[in-house]
């Protein structure tokens, strides 16, 4: 995770200049999420967003709990905010899949989700390029 702040005004403007500055393989976005609000603003500061759909998100959170529970390399680097959303995350059923369910969860889970739809973005969208892994939240 590096950034966090209250509120999504600073989201907009913070996500072009990590795109400008990183170069990352995908900023990934679900506007069917709260996230999804600001959508129209992350474009407009020249965002370039890739859009997830129902699908996507399910395929997301099965990424990652395999990824967390097989062992396969995936390091949780002990950020208390991710911590946190990984204690009071719960899941509900999309279709024939889960997702986290940020209605009912005990905490904020946002890091968690961002982090499971940088693994999706990851996944979906890498390259061969060597990068620097980054998740922000709002």
């Known amino acids: 995770l590096v950034l966090s702040g209250p509120g999504t005004a600073w989201v907009p403007a913070a ?3 990590l795109q400008n500055k990183r170069k990352p393989c995908a900023i ?4 069917g999420s709260p996230a999804g609000s600001i959508l129209a603003d992350v474009e407009a ?3 370039i967003v890739t859009s997830m759909s129902t699908r996507d998100v399910a395929q997301a ?3 990652i709990y395999d ?3 097989s062992g396969n390399g995936m390091a949780h680097l002990g950020q208390s905010e991710l911590t946190l959303a990984i204690q009071g995350a719960g899941s509900r059923k ?3 899949g889960e997702a986290w ?3 009912n969860a005990a905490t904020d889970i946002t890091p968690l989700v961002a982090a499971t739809n940088a693994l999706w973005g990851l996944a979906t969208k890498g390259s061969d ?3 620097e892994p980054w998740v922000m939240f709002a």
């Not at 990934?28 to 506007?31: A, F, H, Q």
């Open 45 to 47: 500061a020249g965002v």
């Open 94 to 96: 999309v279709g024939l």
């Open 67 to 69: 990824a967390a529970t």
């Open 15 to 17: 996500l072009a200049a």
């Open 61 to 63: 959170y099965g990424m």
């Open 101 to 103: 369910d940020q209605r």
């Open 28 to 31: 990934v976005l679900d506007p």
């Open 129 to 131: 390029v060597e990068s």
